[in-house]
Each structure stands twice: as C-alpha cells, then as structure tokens.
C-alpha cells in the first residue's frame, strides 16, 4: 500500500462561541440536548461507553475515548465502512469559548464521507449554537 492509499483527511470546524464551556458541555454530553442538534441518541459521558446515533438515513456506533470535563471530549464514529474520530476541545476566551470540532479518518478512497462531513458539521454546529442561545 503506497503512503498515499494511507493518509487520511479530517474535517475541522471552529467557532468562537458567546458562551461559557460548562454551558456548552452541557449541550455536547446530554442525550436529550444532543439529539436536538445532532442525533438521537444514548450518549454518556464515560470513556469506554458504547452508545449509538441515529438518524432517519441510518446510524453511527461510537465509543466513547476521551472525558475531561467543561475542555475537551472525543469518540470513535463508525458508519458502514468510515473509522473516524471526533474530538470536540473548549477553550475559554474573553468573550466566551473556542470551540473546535475535528473528524479524523477519512482515507482517500472515502471523498462522499469527507463530503457530507464537511457540509454536515458546520450545519450540526449552527444547530448547536441556536440550542445554545435557548439554554438558561
């Protein structure tokens, strides 16, 4: 397999959000706020937790890898033949967080994956923030 047949390709997303990270920890590891703006799902927040996102077009199975609460959070997402990861990390700032998004994995053979990621995140993430803007 040449290096190139390897090397994969990530998806990033960052925004600087008006809010605090405990607020958006909140949204990013509560199962009924993530379905709001993600997937249906049986989310928890603890490394090695199996849980699954679903949606009318199919699901993702995912494990849990990484929980540093209000900083950072990451899992395995698993879809018919994509191995990837997510990786969500919250970095306070003067006017709220820098929130940064990051799907890794996608190989190159893997373009319609990398491209619906690419759509898909930056509209997940404004559901994100208009869940937030309704939050106390």
């Not at 928890?44 to 699901?59: K, Y």
């Not at 849990?64 to 959070?73: E, F, G, N, S, Y």
């Not at 990786?87 to 053979?109: A, H, Y």
Request: net charge neutral.
């Amino acid at each position: 397999m040449t290096k190139a047949a390897t090397e994969t390709r990530s998806v990033v997303v960052e925004r600087e959000i008006p809010h605090p990270p405990e607020k958006i920890w909140r949204a990013l590891t509560r199962p009924h706020l993530i379905a709001e703006w993600l997937m249906k799902n049986d989310f928890e927040a603890r490394e090695g937790h199996r849980f699954s996102l679903t949606a009318d077009w199919g699901g993702v199975d995912c494990v849990v890898q990484t929980v540093k609460p209000h900083r950072a959070l990451s899992y395995a997402w698993d879809t018919k033949d994509l191995r990837s990861t997510v990786s969500w990390t919250l970095t306070p700032t003067e006017n709220g967080t820098l929130l940064r998004m990051e799907q890794e994995g996608f190989l190159p053979n893997q373009k319609s994956y990398f491209q619906g990621a690419s759509v898909g995140w930056p509209r997940f993430i404004s559901a994100l923030e208009r869940l937030l803007e309704r939050l106390d």
